[in-house]
C-alpha cells in the first residue's frame, strides 16, 4: 500500500539534482529580497525539518505523538545554552548535541509507547509538552537567569565566519536540511524503517518475527527528537532569532502534526509539502484580506478561517486520501502520464 | 496543627470540587465513546462552541432559557452535521484515522466559533458567585466557592441522570448494544441513526453545561480549550468507557494538581499544574493502561 522504493531511480536522481540546483544556486541567484529567506524559506526548512522528525514517529513507525514543539524546544534552549557555556564550541557541534539532548527526553517521553497506543499515546506525549516547555520556563538556568522572557539567540559561526545576514542563514538551514533529510530517506529504505514500518502495520505480528519492539519504537522516538531538537535549534537561531518558551506551545506541535497528515503519511516528501502548505496558507489567506477585501476583514477573522479550512482539509483528507497531498501529487503525476513507467 | 489541617482540607474540597468539572468535560467524551468506539477528540472544541453561542446568543439579548434551548438545538444539529458528514464517510476506518479527522473537528468548530462571534474573552453570569459560601466559612472554617458547590451538584446530578439512562431504559440498552456491535444491533432493529443523534446531542447538552461552569469561572475565551484538553489524562485514569470513571479520574486530577501546586508549586513557581495531570496519567499508563474501571483491552491477532 506505502510506497517504498528498493532503490533510487533514474528519476529521484533527476529529481534530486534539480531540486540541489534550485536550492543552492537559482534561488539566491534570482531572490535578492531578504524577506522571501527569512519569512518564507527558512521557517518552512526549519518547520519541515520537524515535521521530517514528526513522520519518522507518526508516519512510519505508527506513534500517535503531539510533543514535537517540546522537543524543538528543549533542542533550541539545549543549542543557546552549550553556545553559552562552552567556550569555543563550533557552532555545528553544539547543533548535534542539542540533537542528542532533545533526543534524550524522545526516549523518556516515549517510554509510554511500549505499553499504550492511540490515543493514549498522544496523551503521554503531552506529558512532554507541557513538562519541557514548563521546566524551560521555570528555572532560571535555562534561560541564563533572564528575566525579560526573551533571549536574543547568539550569532552562528562556522570555521570563524559569522553567518548574519537572511541568505548566510538560508544556507546554513539548507545545509542541514539536506543531509539530515538525505540521513532521514536512508533510514526509512534501510533496516530501521523496515522494522518502523512493521510495527505501524501491526506490531504483533512484527514482534513475533523478531522485531525488537523496545528497540524499535524507542529508536524512532528518539531519532524524531532528534530531528525536532536540531529543527528547533535553527528555528530559534535563525527564524526567531530569539529564544522564548511560549513560541514552542501547543498550537506549533499541533501545526506539525497537521503537516505530516495533510503532507501524506510515510513519506518524507510529504513532510516538506505539508510545511509549505500549512505556513504558505495563511499567507495567501492574509494576501486575500488585504488585497481583495482591502483589510476590511478583521485579522482574528482571517485566522479563525485559516483554523476551520485547516480542520476541514484533514477531515477531507482523513476520508477522500488518507495518504496526503504526496499521495494526491502521484496520482495527479500518473493520470498527466509523466510516470508512465509504473 | 489544626488550621493546617483546615487548609489542606480546603485545598483538597476546591481541587475536589474543580475536579468535577474536569469531569464534565469527559463525561461527553465518555457519552460518545460508549456508543461509538469514536474517540471524539473535538469534545473540548464543543464545550467552546456551545458556551460561546450560548453566550453570544445572550447578547442579543435573547433570555437566558431561550439561549440555552436555542444553544442546545445547535448543538443537535452540529452533531447531526459530524455524524452525517465525518463519522459517517469514515465508517470501519482505524481508530486513528477516525482520532485525527475528529482533531481537525474540533479545528473546525474552533475557528467557526471565533469566526461567527469574536475572540473576546466574555464574561458569563450564571448568578452564582464565585467566593466562599458564609455559612459554611462561619461554622466549619472552611472558604469553599458557591461555583464549585453549584458544579459539582451538577456534575453529579448528570452523572447519576446518564447512569440511570444507561442502565435502566431501553434506550440505554439500544445504546450499549450499538456500542457493543453496531452491525448486529441494526440488524435486529435498533435504529442506529437515532442513537447516533441522541448521543450526540446528549453530548452537546454536556458540552454546554460543562462551558458553562468553566467560562462562569475563567471568562468564555479560547483558554477553556486548554482546560478541555486537561479531560484527556481523566480519562486515561478512569477509563474511556465508563461514567463513574470519568468522575472519579476527575475528581482524582483535580485533587492532586490543586495539593501539588499549592504545597510544591511555590518551590518552583508554580505552574505545576499545567502537566501534573499528563504525568499522573503516564504513571497510570504504566500500571494500568485500561483506567480504574475501563474495559481491559485485548487485541487480536
Keep these: 500500500m506505502k510506497p517504498v522504493f528498493m532503490t533510487f531511480t533514474r528519476g529521484d536522481i533527476i529529481n534530486f539534482i534539480v531540486l540541489m540546483v534550485l536550492g543552492f544556486l537559482i534561488i539566491p541567484m534570482t531572490i535578492t529580497n531578504g524577506y522571501w529567506y527569512s519569512s518564507i524559506l527558512i521557517p518552512w526548512l526549519c518547520l519541515a525539518l520537524a515535521a521530517v522528525g514528526q513522520q519518522i514517529v507518526m508516519g512510519y513507525a505508527g506513534q500517535l505523538s503531539l510533543g ?13 545554552n552549550l553556545i553559552l557555556r562552552i567556550p569555543d564550541l563550533p557552532f555545528v557541534g553544539a547543533l548535534i548535541i542539542s540533537g542528542l539532548i532533545a533526543a534524550a527526553f524522545g526516549i523518556l517521553f516515549g517510554l509510554p509507547s511500549l505499553r499504550v497506543r492511540g490515543i493514549y499515546l498522544m496523551v503521554a506525549t503531552l506529558a512532554s509538552q507541557f513538562f519541557i516547555v514548563w521546566m524551560i520556563d521555570k528555572f532560571g538556568w535555562f534561560k541564563n537567569y533572564d528575566t525579560s522572557g526573551i533571549i536574543t539567540a547568539q550569532n552562528i559561526e562556522i570555521f570563524g565566519k559569522s553567518f548574519t545576514s537572511p541568505i548566510d542563514m538560508y544556507y546554513v538551514v539548507i545545509v542541514v536540511v539536506v543531509i539530515l533529510t538525505l540521513i532521514a530517506m536512508n533510514m526509512v529504505r534501510g533496516s530501521a524503517g523496515r522494522n518502523w514500518m512493521a510495527v505501524r502495520d501491526m506490531d504483533i505480528a512484527a514482534e513475533s518475527m523478531g522485531v525488537s519492539l523496545l528497540k524499535t519504537k524507542l529508536e524512532a522516538f528518539a531519532i524524531s527528537a532528534f530531528y525536532c531538537g536540531v529543527a528547533g535549534a535553527l528555528f530559534a537561531f535563525t527564524y526567531l532569532k530569539s529564544l522564548e518558551p511560549v513560541a514552542f506551545d501547543i498550537k506549533l506541535s499541533f501545526k506539525i502534526m497537521f ?23 495563511p499567507v495567501v489567506l492574509n494576501f486575500i484580506g488585504n488585497t481583495v477585501f482591502h483589510g476590511s476583514i478583521d485579522a482574528t477573522i482571517i485566522s479563525s478561517i485559516e483554523q476551520v479550512v485547516f480542520g476541514a482539509l484533514m477531515i477531507i483528507f482523513m476520508i477522500y486520501e488518507p495518504l496526503g497531498m504526496a499521495k494526491l501529487w502521484e496520482s495527479i503525476k500518473s493520470k498527466i502520464g509523466f510516470n508512465k513507467k509504473k | 496543627m489544626i488550621s493546617e489541617l483546615l487548609f489542606f482540607m480546603e485545598v483538597l474540597v476546591a481541587g475536589l470540587l474543580s475536579g468535577t468539572m474536569y469531569s464534565l468535560v469527559a463525561l461527553g467524551f465518555v457519552l460518545i465513546y460508549k456508543a461509538s468506539s469514536t474517540f471524539n477528540f473535538a469534545q473540548g472544541a464543543m464545550v467552546f462552541f456551545a458556551v460561546l453561542s450560548f453566550v453570544g446568543l445572550m447578547e442579543f439579548g435573547i433570555p437566558f432559557s431561550v439561549a440555552f434551548v436555542l444553544t442546545i438545538f445547535l448543538m443537535i444539529a452540529v452533531g447531526l452535521a459530524t455524524e452525517r ?10 481508530e486513528d484515522t477516525l482520532l485525527m479527522a475528529t482533531i481537525g473537528l474540533g479545528f473546525v468548530l ?5 469566526a461567527v462571534w469574536g475572540v473576546e474573552v466574555r464574561r458569563l453570569d450564571l448568578g452564582i458567585k464565585d467566593s466562599p459560601i458564609p455559612w459554611i466559612a462561619d461554622n466549619l472554617q472552611l472558604f469553599i466557592s458557591a461555583l464549585d458547590v453549584t458544579a459539582g451538584l451538577v456534575a453529579t446530578t448528570m452523572i447519576i441522570g446518564l447512569t440511570l439512562l444507561f442502565k435502566y431504559t431501553k434506550i440505554g440498552l439500544g445504546l450499549r448494544s450499538v456500542a457493543d456491535d453496531a452491525g448486529a444491533a441494526s440488524s435486529i432493529g435498533i435504529p442506529l441513526k437515532h442513537i447516533m443523534l441522541l448521543v450526540w446531542s446528549a453530548a452537546g447538552v454536556v458540552a454546554l453545561v460543562a462551558g458553562m461552569m468553566w467560562g462562569a469561572r475563567a471568562g468564555v475565551q479560547f483558554a477553556l480549550i486548554d482546560l478541555a484538553l486537561k479531560a484527556l489524562p481523566v480519562l486515561i485514569i478512569g477509563g474511556f468507557s465508563s461514567i463513574p470513571g470519568a468522575i472519579i479520574g476527575g475528581l482524582l486530577i483535580g485533587a492532586v494538581e490543586k495539593i501539588l501546586e499549592v504545597y510544591i508549586g511555590p518551590y518552583f513557581g508554580g505552574g505545576i499544574e499545567g502537566w501534573a495531570p499528563y504525568v499522573l496519567a503516564i504513571f497510570f499508563l504504566l500500571y494500568r493502561p485500561e483506567g480504574l474501571f475501563g474495559e481491559k483491552i485485548i487485541r487480536r491477532v
Design chain 1, 68 to 80: 514535537a514543539a517540546g522537543f524543538m524546544a528543549a533542542g533550541a534552549f539545549a543549542c543557546f
Design chain 1, 259 to 281: 503537516m505530516v497528515i495533510l503532507g501524506g503519511l510515510g513519506t518524507i516528501n510529504g513532510a516538506f509539502i505539508g510545511a509549505a502548505f500549512i505556513l504558505l496558507f
Design chain 2, 85 to 94: 458528514l465525518v463519522l459517517r464517510p469514515l465508517m470501519n476506518q482505524s
Design chain 2, 110 to 114: 474552533e475557528g467557526l466559533a471565533q
